[in-house]
């Protein structure tokens, strides 16, 4: 082999050596850095049974969108005080966008506007914002609730009443969900009566009224998905109950609501795509941070449920949203 040939297969093992060195590190050119978005998720309940589908969407949106999101839940369920706490804790500690559930939202956000922010806040629940709330992603309460209303007088009599049980209406959506419900069966002929959880007793109490002295019969519409989970668990705990109520109806879904939907115990329930809701406000809180999509008001469309539809495909990825 002549020098000349030595010196081209030298050149070209350099040449190999110096590609490999380019390809695999950032000794010639740095690869620019993602940038990674801190965002916090507060809610409103003390754990996530009510949000497994949300978190779905919320944890592929974080992929998705190169997110870090720390999903935190209350020490005491609708504590407002504890979770304005957090806000503050979170905000402290460099978060970049909130996205939170209010317990309280009329109270909530005045408490918010007297902290002012340095973050962008995404509201959940609810298609309102204010001077403080960056955006926010919810249902038309108001339309759910008369949607859940015409279902409920094509199939039961303006015989019986209709109890109407909540946490509380103060809580975010419920007052919303109440006046459309209770405005549009007032309107048929139906005679409503509104119960606010004040003991662990209260739902079970206004059930049993039924059978002990013997009121009558009546129909029960739970107005948010933790009503509807105990009034489930207390209709579909006693074959004596079943007798007198009429029907059970509601409004959100979880895992066990619709379990109790295929027995036969809830009759049919209000519910919207969880997992879009996860996903969209994340999406949401990091175009927050990047200065776009300020004021917008997103509002999810709403569905009626019944243990049919379980089975019906163009339900399975709404229900049961795959990881």
């Not at 309102?128 to 609730?145: K, L, P």
Request: glycine share 8%.
């Amino acid at each position: 082999m002549s020098n000349k040939e030595k010196i081209m297969w030298a050149a070209g093992a350099i040449c190999l050596v110096f590609l490999f060195l380019l390809s695999s590190t950032d000794w010639i050119i740095a690869e620019k850095e993602r940038e990674v978005y801190q965002i916090s998720v507060i809610v409103e309940d003390s754990n996530d049974e009510y949000y497994v589908n949300f978190k779905k969407g919320m944890d592929k949106a974080a992929e998705s969108l190169h997110a870090d999101v720390d999903f935190i839940t209350l020490y005491a369920p609708n504590d407002l005080a504890q979770q304005i706490e957090l806000i503050q804790r979170e905000i402290k500690e460099g978060a970049d966008a909130l996205i939170v559930a209010p317990v309280d939202e009329s109270e909530f956000v005045m408490r918010l506007d007297e902290i002012s922010p340095s973050c962008p806040i995404i509201l959940l629940g609810t298609s309102n914002v204010s001077a403080s709330v960056a955006a926010s992603i919810g249902i038309n309460g108001f339309e759910a609730g008369e949607q859940l209303a015409g279902r409920i007088e094509a199939k039961e009599s303006r015989r019986f009443p209709v109890c109407l049980l909540t946490e509380g209406l103060n809580y975010t959506g419920n007052k919303e969900r109440y006046d459309g419900i209770h405005s549009a069966l007032s309107e048929a002929g139906f005679t409503c009566r509104l119960i606010e959880k004040q003991s662990e007793d209260t739902y079970r109490q206004a059930i049993e009224e039924t059978v002990y002295p013997g009121k009558g019969r009546m129909t029960v519409v739970a107005l948010d998905a933790a009503a509807l989970s105990e009034a489930a668990a207390i209709i579909g705990g006693s074959s004596v109950y079943k007798g007198y109520i009429t029907g059970l109806y509601g409004f959100g879904s979880t895992v066990s609501i619709l379990n109790e939907l295929d027995r036969g115990v809830v009759d049919g329930l209000m519910t919207h795509s969880q997992f879009d809701e996860g996903y969209l406000s994340v999406k949401m809180a990091v175009e927050a941070v990047r200065g776009m999509r300020l004021g917008e008001q997103a509002v999810m469309d709403s569905i009626y449920v019944e243990a049919k539809d379980l089975r019906d495909s163009r339900y399975e990825k709404l229900l049961y949203p795959m990881e």
